[in-house]
């Protein structure tokens, strides 16, 4: 076991790797905060189509989040790797590919968690909303998104912790994350006990942190008292 | 968009037999590695529940470390890293005997076990403090009272978030490609390689998982309904990890 590797490499790993400054376009953080920010506001919307009372909107809201619960998401980083040069007529950077397949995938997931804050909303804010003369759409974005979002957070985080780690698998369409890093290194140095160790230890560290903050603010007083 | 669409790609030539193939080492990993998972899922979620403060600290210490880094991760970890550590006798067997097979079951059971384990931790507690403590009035020893009474309660309750991991673990089989393993994805895409018709290829792979996911949410439906203890089911739901 020799760990110079580590120190030889670092600042490609950790800069290009991780935070995505180098000469390639890549990097871990700069795939997942925009795929958790795009993939919540799609998450969002459908979440709040299903539950819609038209059918014409909850239906198809539905169908999208079992469908894409069903599939692994490698399936679905293929389908858009291999689909969208095939529709059109020429092929994408990795980096649009991985975000697009994340944000469409991480979405059905975010829409349950959309879907469950607005229903841990308590009932009596819709009856007394209702009361003062407010309609559908301002009570949703004034009364109930306002307290379905705070108890949202933890499964927020949550999620975000799934989609850091999830976004390793970008390195199978050659997308130069921090798995991605490693293996290039990996290639030249044949090293991958150590190589593949520090990596988990990052993506632990990362992961461990974010779920500490999430238990936290679970356990925080007023948290839940609305 | 000029795309000519041709079905018979899938079974045409050897493409059925790969499908075929892919399916059953996808079933093959999904399986060892749920056994692995469950054993582990049980001991480390049962440790973690004891009143021994070092084994909670060790199956703490096993669950965070595990489920908080990549599978992907795991899966090179056990395929790339672990061999050279290996005495050289026995890495040659391996590479002799489908090493990356090993090494997936070895990633997924590893990292599933440590989801499991949140999933059954919370099976225990949430049976009541009482079933503990008249298990041992009764003169049964910690560890009996664990192996027969709650445990299998336990298990009892867990189905429904156990069914999820199971789901979840089933998907994530298909990381496996990465250290080819021949599982359905990988064939899904050797379709593709060999045939250049990567929509049929890949719709067919999806519809397979598809079919397999609502198999077993079905299987598990029933084996749900046939557990259920009465008066209990509510408190099955609350183990979500």
Same mark, same amino acid.
């Given at each position: 076991?020799?760990?110079?590797?580590?120190?030889?490499?670092?600042?490609?790993?950790m800069l290009q790797g991780f935070?995505?400054?180098?000469?390639?376009?890549?990097?871990?953080?700069?795939?997942?905060?925009?795929?958790?920010?795009?993939?919540?506001?799609?998450?969002?919307? &459908?979440?709040? %189509?299903? *539950?819609?009372? !038209?059918?014409?909107?909850?239906?198809? =809201?539905?169908?999208?989040?079992?469908? @894409?619960?069903?599939?692994?998401?490698?399936?679905?980083?293929?389908?858009?790797?291999? &689909?969208?040069? %095939?529709? *059109?007529?020429? !092929?994408?950077?990795?980096?649009?590919? =991985?975000?697009?397949?994340?944000?469409? @995938?991480?979405?059905?997931?975010?829409?349950?968690?959309?879907?469950?804050?607005?229903?841990?909303?308590?009932?009596?804010?819709?009856?007394?909303?209702?009361?003062?003369?407010?309609?559908?759409?301002?009570?949703?974005?004034?009364?109930?998104?306002?307290?379905?979002?705070?108890?949202?957070?933890?499964?927020?985080?949550?999620?975000?912790?799934?989609?850091?780690?999830?976004?390793?698998?970008?390195?199978?369409?050659?997308?130069?994350?921090?798995?991605?890093?490693?293996?290039?290194?990996?290639?030249?140095?044949?090293?991958?006990?150590?190589?593949?160790?520090?990596?988990?230890?990052?993506?632990?560290?990362?992961?461990?942190?974010?779920?500490?903050?999430?238990?936290?603010?679970?356990?925080?007083?007023?948290?839940?008292?609305? | 968009?000029?795309?000519?669409?041709?079905?018979?790609?899938?079974?045409?030539?050897?493409?059925?037999?790969?499908?075929?193939?892919?399916?059953?080492?996808?079933?093959?990993?999904?399986?060892?590695?749920?056994?692995?998972?469950?054993?582990?899922?049980?001991?480390?979620?049962?440790?973690?529940?004891?009143?021994?403060?070092?084994?909670?600290?060790?199956?703490?210490?096993?669950?965070?470390?595990?489920?908080?880094?990549?599978?992907?991760?795991?899966?090179?970890?056990?395929?790339?890293?672990?061999?050279?550590?290996?005495?050289?006798?026995?890495?040659?067997?391996l590479l002799d005997h489908g090493?990356?097979?090993?090494?997936?079951?070895?990633?997924?059971?590893?990292?599933?076990?440590?989801?499991?384990s949140e999933v059954i931790r919370?099976?225990?507690?949430?049976?009541?403090?009482?079933?503990?403590?008249?298990?041992?009035?009764?003169?049964?020893?910690?560890?009996?009272?664990?192996?027969?009474?709650?445990?299998?309660?336990?298990?009892?309750?867990?189905?429904?978030?156990?069914?999820?991991?199971?789901?979840?673990?089933?998907?994530?089989?298909?990381?496996?490609?990465?250290?080819?393993?021949?599982?359905?994805?990988?064939?899904?895409?050797?379709?593709?390689?060999?045939?250049?018709?990567?929509?049929?290829?890949?719709?067919?792979?999806?519809?397979?998982?598809?079919?397999?996911?609502?198999?077993?949410?079905?299987?598990?439906?029933?084996?749900?309904?046939?557990?259920?203890?009465?008066?209990?089911?509510?408190?099955?739901?609350?183990?979500?990890?």
């Open positions: 076991m020799d760990f110079r590797v580590i120190a030889d490499n670092f600042s490609f790993l935070f995505g400054f180098g000469d390639f376009a890549g990097g871990t953080l700069r795939l997942a905060l925009p795929a958790i920010v795009l993939g919540f506001l799609l998450g969002l919307l &459908i979440g709040l %189509a299903r *539950l819609s009372n !038209s059918t014409w909107l909850s239906l198809p =809201a539905k169908i999208y989040v079992e469908f @894409f619960r069903g599939v692994p998401l490698v399936m679905v980083i293929f389908w858009f790797w291999f &689909i969208v040069p %095939a529709l *059109l007529g020429r !092929s994408l950077p990795e980096y649009s590919v =991985a975000l697009t397949a994340f944000v469409v @995938f991480e979405a059905a997931y975010l829409a349950e968690i959309v879907r469950a804050g607005i229903q841990s909303v308590p009932h009596g804010q819709v009856e007394a909303a209702t009361a003062t003369g407010l309609s559908r759409t301002p009570m949703m974005r004034y009364v109930i998104l306002p307290q379905a979002l705070r108890n949202m957070i933890p499964a927020l985080v949550t999620q975000f912790i799934v989609l850091l780690k999830d976004t390793s698998l970008a390195s199978i369409i050659g997308y130069v994350d921090l798995t991605k890093a490693a293996q290039i290194v990996n290639n030249r140095e044949i090293r991958p006990f150590e190589l593949y160790l520090f990596i988990a230890v990052i993506y632990w560290l990362c992961s461990y942190a974010m779920s500490r903050y999430a238990r936290r603010w679970e356990r925080s007083p007023g948290h839940g008292a609305v | 968009m000029t795309y000519q669409f041709d079905w018979s790609v899938l079974w045409s030539g050897q493409t059925g037999t790969w499908l075929l193939q892919g399916v059953l080492i996808t079933l093959e990993l999904s399986g060892l590695g749920w056994l692995v998972a469950i054993a582990l899922g049980v001991v480390s979620g049962a440790l973690r529940t004891v009143p021994v403060a070092p084994l909670r600290w060790l199956a703490a210490a096993y669950v965070e470390f595990f489920r908080n880094v990549p599978l992907l991760v795991w899966m090179f970890f056990w395929y790339f890293g672990m061999p050279p550590l290996l005495p050289t006798g026995l890495r040659e067997w090493a990356e097979f090993w090494a997936g079951v070895c990633a997924l059971g590893v990292y599933h076990g440590a989801r499991f919370a099976g225990i507690r949430s049976i009541p403090k009482t079933q503990l403590e008249a298990a041992l009035s009764t003169g049964l020893t910690v560890t009996q009272a664990y192996r027969l009474i709650l445990i299998p309660i336990a298990l009892r309750l867990i189905v429904p978030p156990a069914t999820n991991e199971t789901l979840n673990l089933l998907k994530n089989s298909s990381v496996a490609l990465t250290i080819g393993v021949a599982e359905l994805t990988f064939q899904t895409r050797q379709i593709e390689a060999y045939t250049a018709k990567a929509f049929e290829a890949l719709a067919a792979g999806t519809v397979i998982y598809l079919a397999l996911c609502l198999a077993i949410a079905a299987v598990m439906a029933r084996v749900e309904r046939r557990v259920a203890i009465p008066g209990m089911i509510a408190q099955g739901q609350s183990g979500e990890a």
